[in-house]
């Protein structure tokens, strides 16, 4: 089974909207990490968010949210006032449990190309 | 400073060079990662760096020959390359968590490799 589903292989969204990108994980740990990563087509990727599986309380990084509902598995990033430089791909990724004093591996979802429309 | 420098940008090889990709973080961060990524593909892991000693090979062909000459620097060595190999390498670094890290892991802008 995949451990992380990105079901969006594309998305379009009007400059100033919001849009929200969609990401469902499986993990039978109690502890583990969800984050968001942002890669445009110079090719870096940009960390954005992170959810903890303990976060009682919604991560928020400037215009970017997580969705995270633990019930349902599912941790969707929402972007605000989508702006054109925010066109790009973005990655959910999952870090099975709690965090390690050294490495720890992160499993990507396939990605959703996001593109913010003038 | 969160920043993760990887050379060369560009790299174009023939089949029977050898040639090095170099990566280097001074965020104090020891755990080191090599990702190779595919155009619209996420990135696959290849191998992990935790204090300096390799802790994860996920079954990489001899042909790629990663090493870790200090807590700053990863190299990655190419020999007898296929066109197959042709793709983003990206390299990456993390925090220990104890230190109140998550493992997040930042990325370089990555080295474009076409194996001719």
């Known amino acids: 089974a995949q451990k992380i589903t990105q079901t969006q292989p594309g998305m379009f969204v009007q400059e100033k909207e919001a849009v929200t990108l969609d990401c469902t994980y499986d993990?039978?740990?109690?502890?583990?990490?969800l984050f968001w990563y942002k890669q445009p087509s110079s090719g870096e990727m940009i960390f954005l968010i992170y959810?903890?599986?303990?976060?009682?309380q919604n991560a928020t990084e400037g215009r970017y949210s997580l969705n995270f509902q633990k019930a349902r598995k599912s941790a969707n990033l929402v972007i605000s006032a989508s702006q054109l430089g925010d066109s790009a791909m973005y990655f959910c990724?999952?870090?099975?449990?709690?965090?390690?004093?050294?490495?720890?591996?992160?499993?990507f979802g396939s990605g959703t190309q996001l593109t913010v429309l003038p | 400073d969160t920043e993760v420098t990887q050379t060369p940008k560009h790299l174009v090889m023939g089949m029977t060079n050898k040639k090095s990709l170099k990566c280097e973080q001074h965020?104090?961060?020891?755990?080191m990662y090599w990702y190779k990524q595919k155009a619209k593909k996420p990135p696959e892991l290849m191998f992990v760096?935790?204090?300096?000693?390799?802790?994860i090979n996920e079954s990489v062909p001899s042909r790629f020959s990663p090493e870790c000459p200090n807590s700053s620097l990863l190299n990655l060595h190419l020999h007898a390359l296929q066109p197959e190999d042709s793709a983003l390498y990206l390299c990456?670094?993390?925090?220990?968590?104890?230190?109140?890290?998550?493992?997040?892991?930042?990325f370089g802008p990555g080295t474009r490799l076409t194996v001719l």
């Open positions: 965020m104090g961060h020891r755990a």
């Open positions: 990724a999952m870090r099975e449990g709690p965090p390690s004093g050294s490495a720890r591996q992160l499993t």
């Open positions: 959810q903890g599986s303990y976060d009682e």
């Open positions: 760096y935790s204090y300096e000693k390799l802790s």
């Open positions: 990456a670094s993390s925090h220990p968590g104890q230190l109140g890290s998550y493992n997040e892991q930042f």
């Open positions: 993990t039978s740990d109690q502890s583990y990490g």
